[in-house]
């Protein structure tokens, strides 16, 4: 079993800036790729941004130039850095951890841009 604990979330003025963190504790199979999702009220959930365990990245469009995702392999453990958030970027973020035939998910963390 895989478990997954997000943290730094919460609420941030417009053009501010928040980091997520997201660890990773379990049987974790060692090439694997961590992201970031989310989801807003009424919406689906999408991809925020992902890394590979080789430091492949992939970006949203939405997102890209504004936010960093990076790992950290020894403690199993990815960071979204995001800056310049506005009002769209409001949402439950969730991370997730998957490899082949696998995919776990954290519980959400709450993100809320607002003056």
């Known amino acids: 079993q895989v478990q997954l604990v997000e943290s730094g979330g919460g609420l941030v003025q417009p053009g501010g800036s928040l980091r997520l963190s997201c660890a990773a504790s379990?049987?974790?199979?060692?090439?694997?790729?961590m992201g970031w999702y989310r989801q807003a009220p009424g919406k689906q959930r999408e991809l925020v941004a992902a890394?590979?365990?080789?430091?492949?990245?992939n970006y949203a469009d939405s997102v890209k130039g504004r936010f960093t995702i990076s790992r950290d392999n020894a403690q199993n453990t990815v960071y979204l850095q995001m800056n310049s958030l506005n009002a769209v970027d409001t949402a439950v973020y969730y991370c997730?951890?998957?490899?082949?035939?696998?995919?776990?998910w954290g519980q959400g963390i709450q993100v809320t841009v607002s003056s």
């Open positions: 890394i590979s365990s080789s430091g492949s990245t």
């Open positions: 379990g049987s974790i199979f060692s090439s694997n790729v």
């Open positions: 997730n951890i998957a490899w082949p035939g696998r995919a776990y």
